[in-house]
T-cell receptor, first 116, second 111 residues
Framework: EAGVAQSPRYKIIEKRQSVAFWCNPI?????LYWYQQILGQGPKLLIQ????????DSQLPKDRFSAERLKGVDSTLKIQPAKLEDSAVYLC??????????????FGEGSRLTVL | GQSLEQPSEVTAVEGAIVQINCTYQ??????LSWYQQHDGGAPTFLSY????GLEETGRFSSFLSRSDSYGYLLLQELQMKDSASYFC????????????FGTGTRLQVFP
């Protein structure tokens, strides 16, 4: 079974520029998450989708971050304009109910963003 | 709110046993998960405890005490490849499909 795919793996931009990250979850996984992981910290949820609907975006800085999952499969996370404090790894994860019931998410390797 | 506390770093030698503790604060509890993350890698699921007691999976075991809001991950017969960060996580009381992660414990295994 193929895992969660993310791209790009690394991105360096200057502040005030924009960036987009792409995620392809495991086939058949209806629930998709974007987490932000700042160096030395645990992952923090930015947004959660169920199919193509948003379930939780309470911690998404909506003035600069946006995300979509138009067809209920792939997802894109965008930052515009980027700030220095957005430097982090952006992790995409997916899961299904039987695995969620035992606290299991499947993560991609992440996209590491450096804002200069 | 919900919060989880872990030691920031633990060191041990190959072949030893190490315990990584996690204390949590939450009004509604739905289970404690453990994840391993190597540098630059994806967090990977290790174990889950919903009820009190010990769950064993090979060299790794996880323990939960709901009355003490406490759990730990026990790693036995440590190997160099176990050097990684370990995170405990709880399911959010308002959205049980959302995981809230602790700050992580970095384990360094020395030869």
């Amino acid at each position: 079974e193929a895992g969660v795919a993310q791209s790009p793996r690394y991105k360096i931009i200057e502040k005030r520029q924009s960036v987009a990250f792409w995620c392809n979850p495991i086939s058949g996984h209806a629930t998709l998450y974007w987490y932000q992981q700042i160096l030395g910290q645990g992952p923090k949820l930015l947004i959660q989708f169920q199919n193509n609907g948003v379930v939780d975006d309470s911690q998404l800085p909506k003035d600069r971050f946006s995300a979509e999952r138009l067809k209920g499969v792939d997802s894109t996370l965008k930052i515009q304009p980027a700030k220095l404090e957005d430097s982090a790894v952006y992790l995409c994860a997916s899961s299904i109910p039987s695995r969620l019931n035992t606290g299991e998410l499947f993560f991609g390797e992440g996209s590491r963003l450096t804002v200069l | 709110g919900q919060s989880l506390e872990q030691p920031s770093e633990v060191t041990a030698v190959e072949g030893a046993i190490v315990q990584i503790n996690c204390t949590y604060q939450t009004s509604g509890f739905y289970g404690l998960s453990w994840y391993q993350q190597h540098d630059g890698g994806a967090p990977t699921f290790l174990s889950y405890n919903a009820l009190d007691g010990l769950e064993e999976t090979g060299r790794f075991s996880s323990f939960l005490s709901r009355s003490d809001s406490y759990g730990y991950l026990l790693l036995q017969e440590l190997q160099m490849k176990d050097s990684a960060s370990y995170f405990c996580a709880v399911r959010d009381q308002w959205n049980t499909d959302k995981l809230i992660f602790g700050t992580g414990t970095r384990l360094q295994v020395f030869p």
